[in-house]
């Protein structure tokens, strides 16, 4: 098993920064991705970043390309997501999760913690 634990969310105005943290505890040697999604109200779960938990390949989502950055500290078992300039439309509850293998879909993976929430006004 693995427990995830997000937290740094709040409340931020646009154009402003925040980063994430998500903490790793358990079997973390089983899973060789770390993944951070958002969900709306309203709306579906979406992926935001990802990223081999050995470092290596980053990729984002469109949307949030240039302005988000996915790292880890192995030392600490802990993956951030620094988010600068950000919208009102990043308002969302934020997910890390982890998964054996990589990818971008949510239904894949196999742990997540309980989300953070972030909330963006204009």
């Known amino acids: 098993q693995v427990q995830l634990v997000e937290s740094g969310g709040g409340l931020v105005q646009a154009g402003g920064s925040l980063r994430l943290s998500c903490a790793a505890s358990?079997?973390?040697?089983?899973?060789?991705?770390m993944g951070w999604f958002r969900q709306a109200p309203g709306k579906e779960r979406e992926f935001v970043a990802a990223?081999?938990?050995?470092?290596?390949?980053?990729d984002y989502a469109d949307s949030v390309k240039g302005r988000f950055t996915i790292s880890r500290d192995n030392a600490k078992n802990t993956v951030y997501l620094q988010m600068n300039s950000l919208k009102p439309e990043d308002t969302a509850v934020y997910y890390c999760a982890a998964k054996s293998g990589y990818g971008y879909v949510s239904g894949t993976y196999d742990y997540w913690g309980q989300g953070t929430q972030v909330t963006v006004s204009s």
């Open positions: 990223s081999y938990w050995s470092g290596g390949r980053r």
């Open positions: 358990g079997r973390t040697f089983s899973h060789s991705a």
